[in-house]
């Protein structure tokens, strides 16, 4: 198969998981900075808990609460004030050529070429590729043709090389 053409779409609550798993699974940084933060917090509290020091330890302490709060609040925004299903809603066809999506609520029409896409990843749901550090095409492994899943994953390896991050 040397095109794979699949229709498909996010809700809210897959845009929320797309989201959360950018943050925290597809690049470990923040998990490592946060197990870190409440690690030197919690010593810190246990060894020296007065001053100016027990207030310290205390951000660090909660630095992970408040990361998540400040995404979750991001994610709630995006939420409420786009119409995520309507701007997801698309048919992509993917080839040698790139990928060209068709908005389907939105009358659109683009074709990105593969030097235009940052990287690509699999998860187990999703192959999702970023066109840049915040822009992204997510398509859904349920919607993909029969042996579509084997064809693209082929399709990514062959044009983006190293840049695909795939099982």
């Not at 845009?15 to 933060?37: D, E, G, M, Q």
């Not at 205390?58 to 939420?79: K, T």
């Not at 970023?130 to 349920?142: G, P, T």
């Amino acid at each position: 198969m040397d095109r794979v053409t699949l229709e498909t779409k996010l809700d809210k609550k897959e845009y929320r998981a797309i989201s959360y798993w950018n943050a925290f699974c597809k690049t470990p940084t923040l998990i490592i900075l946060s197990v870190l933060c409440v690690a030197i917090g919690g010593l810190n509290l246990l060894l020296n808990p007065q001053g100016v020091m027990l207030y310290l330890s205390l951000v660090l302490v909660l630095y992970p609460v408040l990361l998540i709060g400040v995404l979750s609040f991001g994610i709630y925004r995006m939420n409420k004030s786009h119409d995520v299903e309507k701007a997801t809603h698309a048919r992509y066809t993917v080839s040698a050529e790139g990928i060209e999506t068709e908005l389907l609520q939105r009358e659109g029409h683009a074709v990105t070429g593969w030097g235009e896409i940052y990287r690509a990843y699999e998860n187990r749901r999703y192959f999702i590729l970023f066109v840049n550090r915040s822009q992204l095409i997510a398509m859904k492994k349920e919607q993909l043709p029969e042996g579509g899943e084997q064809a693209l994953r082929e399709i990514l390896k062959e044009n983006l090389g190293k840049r695909c991050k795939i099982r």
